[in-house]
Every structure is written in C-alpha cells, then in structure tokens.
C-alpha cells in the first residue's frame, strides 16, 4: 500500500511538471516571444482554484502598472459593502423642509438608467429642499491621473452628488446647406459658451478651458453628431446650478452648523432614497470599464465604511482589512485605474478573483463580467464566449486582461496577464494574449 501511495504521488508530480512545461512552452513562443511583446515587461499568473495550485507563474510576483484592471478590487469592494441597491442620498423632513445628504451615487440623471427614483422624489416633494457635502472629503480628480485628459469623456470629475453623469452631451443638429446648424448641450447650461467659426457641417468639437465651466465650439477635422465633455463639478455646486431646473425648484447648500441641527443620520424617521441595482452599475463599469461608475463606487463604500467619501481612506481601510492577505501589498491610489501610481501583482488579481468567487459566486460574476464577444472584449474571444469572463486594461504601453475561464475539460481557472513597456499596438498584444489563453483553454 505505501509503495502504491508513493507511485500516485510520484505520477501526480509528473502530471504537475508537465502542465507547467506545457504551458511554459506556449507562453514562450505565443506570448514572450511574440513580435510585439519582445521588448515589454510581461506577468502571467495561472491558478486552478480546485486545488489551491499554481499552474504557471512568469513574474507573477513582480509589479505592473495594471490600468482598468484596477477596477477588479474596486468591484470586489462594491459587491460586498454596497447591498443591493444604490443609495443616493438619505433625507430628514420636517413640516416645511426636506434636509438631504448625498451618498455619491452616479446614477442621479444619467442617460443610461431611465428609471429615476431619486429624481422622482425630489421633484414630488413641495417642501423647501436643503443639502450639506459635509461628507465630502476627496478631490474632483484622482492622484496621477493626466491633468491634460480633463475634457475627455472618460475622465469625468468626481463629485458627491453627480448629475447627468458629470458630463454635458453637444449636440449638432442640421442638414449642410438645407437649414441652419444648431450646437446646443443636455443639459442646457447658463455657463459661458464661446462659438468660433463653425461651418454648418457635422464637424464641430467642444473644449472646456481647465478649472473652468467656459466652453469653446471649434471647427474640427473629425465628423462627430454628438459630444460628452466633463463639467467642473467644484463639490456640490455645479449640480446645485443643474438640478433646479430639472426638478423645477430651488436646493439650497446650508452649513454645517445648521443642517445638523434639523439632521440626524441615526433618526428613526431618516429615510434613504434608493435608485438601481447595485449590479445594474458594476455590469456597465466592467463592461464598457467606466471610469466614473469605478470612481463613484469606491466612494459610495467610502461613504458606507467610513461615513465620508475619501478614496485615499478607504483605500488604506480596505488593504487593511479585506486585501491584507494579498501576495504582494499593492500600490492602490484610485478606483479606475487611470492613474499610473496603480502597482498590483498578477498574483495580487488571483488572490481577489478567487475571494470574488468564493463570496460571491460565479453566477453573480458571470453577470458583472463580459465574457467572448461583450463589452471591451466584443471583438475577442469570440470562440470562447460563456468560456471566458475577465477585465481589460488599456493605457499607453499598458495591456492587462485578468479573470476566470473554464478549460475543455470543465476545470476553472483564475488568470491574470500583465503587459507593461510594449511598443507595438494594443490589439496586437491582445491578439497574442488571446491565442495564448486560447491555447490554455482547449488543451486542458
């Protein structure tokens, strides 16, 4: 019996030795020796959850720069402390008042979610409405992020309560030659809005000066029908110039002092006003990888574990407590990943992808995560969709896909493939990533 015993620990070695060899072998000659990947600094982490095992590890331990895939723990954070459903702020009324607090929530007129509760109350309401940002204790935009990126769609500010998802969208309407062109923005706006010569063409562009809610429409050489360009949200107050004539009523911003005195987070007659889904918001922020539903979530736990919406605090709680067992400490500044100060380990990923499944299930990640063919991975994997569910991410000389995948022959497995300092395009690093993770999948 022992000499038995022996022999299948002897086989189950081998049986382990040649997997890595295996796998060891493709990723050389599909990854690391790829044309465009020669000169990059390049992670890979495989890891059977079923067995508690590495299969693979190329640098996995090393730290990379990881882009989008920044929002794997701010997910994490979002799915456990967030419940079910958003919170857009908690109110208090009395006879003549209705005192608000916001909660951060991005969903508060955003064009993606037509049902609009919050906004249905606040308009109901015939009370004289007053809200406070005493929770706020962020700044607009994350450290490290590119200050020259400010009037990018993707780089809306960060606010305590957003509105129309803290961008304006221009649009031009109008036949060339038939009828006048108009440029106008939704929401409409009383900033200073600037026009230079605008030819009645579909070619227009919109820039915002920096710091500032003055707009300039431009001639441009690209043919856009619409644009989203980020507003200076400076706290509370730009949503305090927007709402009102959307509700069709006046919010007044009160101090500390006083809105404490009618406010009282813990009265029995608080009442929180509750809008979407809590998943309704991470599937689109994992996704399409949205940067501001990203932000915004990780203040919304901020808010939830903390009572202020701080991102530097929450982050610093979150390593403490619920990542303090990770490989490799990471370096975590933001909840999207734009900024480059980000350092995570491909075995750092592992670790919080396998806490995700083990606390929350696959059902509910194959849901929040786009497998083959969706999202921002809608023109790869298509031959491994429902096979395959992970996050991108994409900066310059920066490729990140991290996530599960289920091989031939039903064995998941939790991935993570980190690519930094490559000088060729991103979709040919992820064509070679992709035929290596495709390679991974059938022959096992």
Known sequence: MKKLLIINYSLLILTSCSVQQKISKSAKQLVLKDSSLLTAHVGISIYEPATGKYWYNYQGDKYFVPASNTKIPTCYAAMKYLGDS????????????????????????????????????????????????????????????????????????????????????????????????????????????????????????????????????????????????????????AALELLPDTIGKSISLMNDELFFKQFKKNDLSARYIKTQSTDSLLKPMMHNSDNFFAEQSLLMVSNEKLGVMNDEKIIDTLLKTDFKDLPQKPRWVDGSGLSRYNLFTPQDFVSILDKMKNEFGMDRIKVVLPTGGEGTISNYYKSDSSFIYAKTGTLGGVVALSGYMYTKKGKLLIFSTLVNNHQASATAVRRAVEKFIHQLRIKN
């Open 86 to 237: 958003l919170k857009c702020f908690v109110t208090i009324e009395n006879d003549t008042a209705l005192f608000i607090l916001p909660e951060g929530d991005p969903t508060l007129l955003h064009p993606d979610f037509k049902h609009q509760p919050a906004f249905d109350f606040l308009k109901q309401s015939k009370k004289k409405i007053y809200i406070n940002e005493v929770m706020w204790k962020s700044e607009a935009l994350g450290s490290g992020w590119s200050w020259n990126d400010y009037n990018e769609s993707y780089m809306a500010e960060r606010s305590p309560m957003p509105v129309y998802g803290n961008v304006l969208k221009w649009v031009q309407e109008g036949e060339n030659g038939k009828e006048p062109t108009t440029i106008y923005s939704v929401p409409e706006i009383n900033w200073e809005v600037n026009f230079r010569s605008v030819e009645e063409t579909k070619k227009f562009d919109v820039k915002r000066k920096i710091g500032e809610n003055v707009f300039e429409l431009l001639q441009s050489k690209e043919k856009y029908k619409e644009l989203y360009v980020p507003f200076v949200t400076d706290g509370i107050k």
